[in-house]
């Protein structure tokens, strides 16, 4: 009797603890969370996203898509560190350009960011897919660095041509002062 009441007491505190479906989507999306803290402390640019639908297929896009638009919020964030610091060592006048610099790479880096864990949950008629992505943070910083140098060459352009302008203007001034004496 005894066995059989311990049993009864053991069968009725697991079912009491028995998690319900949303306990269990918490749980994956904290799980899921945290792995990408994890990720980004260890200087890998990832992202998480989630996608819910009828169809699987549909469901692993939105993920997809989620994924990389945090991923895209992560690159700004790590750009605009990036280019504080460039700032600081090329100086001020470039700033205008960083902002066309960014989003050149926020569109050209994500083609290389990959889904490296997946899991997946089955409800009654859907399917909510959790994905992480990560991208390669040197491929990152390879293209902030391109977009940085070609945007540097504009700028040299730019300058010398307003300077050969300039340059034009005073030899006409004098030369126009030459002609009136």
Same mark, same amino acid.
């Given at each position: 009797?005894?066995?059989?009441?311990?049993?009864?007491? *053991?069968?009725?505190?697991?079912?009491?603890?028995? %998690?319900?479906?949303?306990?269990?989507?918490?749980?994956?999306?904290?799980?899921?969370?945290?792995?990408?803290?994890?990720?980004?402390?260890?200087?890998?640019?990832?992202?998480?996203?989630?996608?819910?639908?009828?169809?699987?297929?549909?469901?692993?896009?939105?993920?997809?898509?989620?994924?990389?638009?945090?991923?895209?919020?992560?690159?700004? %964030?790590?750009?605009?560190?990036? *280019?504080?610091?460039?700032?600081?060592?090329?100086?001020?006048?470039?700033?205008?350009?960083?902002?066309?610099?960014?989003?050149?790479?926020? %569109?050209?880096?994500?083609?290389?960011?990959?889904?490296?864990?997946?899991?997946?949950?089955?409800?009654?008629?859907?399917?909510?897919?959790?994905?992480?992505?990560?991208?390669?943070?040197?491929?990152?910083?390879?293209?902030?660095?391109?977009?940085?140098?070609?945007?540097?060459?504009?700028?040299?352009?730019?300058?010398?041509?307003?300077?050969?302008?300039?340059?034009?203007?005073?030899?006409? !001034?004098?030369?126009? !002062?030459?002609?009136?004496?």
């Amino acid at each position: 009797m005894k066995k059989l009441l311990a049993t009864l007491a *053991t069968l009725a505190l697991l079912a009491g603890c028995a %998690s319900t479906p949303q306990e269990k989507a918490a749980s994956a999306l904290a799980e899921m969370q945290q792995e990408k803290n994890e990720l980004i402390q260890k200087g890998v640019v990832a992202g998480f996203g989630i996608g819910e639908s009828q169809d699987e297929q549909i469901a692993y896009d939105k993920a997809d898509l989620n994924a990389r638009t945090d991923i895209g919020r992560e690159l700004e %964030s790590k750009l605009q560190n990036l *280019t504080r610091a460039y700032a600081e060592e090329v100086g001020s006048e470039l700033t205008q350009h960083f902002e066309e610099v960014k989003k050149n790479v926020v %569109s050209t880096t994500l083609r290389g960011a990959t889904i490296i864990k997946i899991k997946t949950e089955a409800k009654e008629n859907t399917v909510k897919v959790y994905a992480i992505m990560a991208m390669d943070p040197k491929l990152v910083r390879e293209a902030f660095e391109a977009e940085l140098a070609a945007q540097q060459a504009d700028v040299a352009r730019f300058r010398a041509a307003k300077a050969y302008g300039d340059a034009n203007a005073e030899f006409a !001034a004098y030369e126009a !002062a030459k002609a009136n004496k």
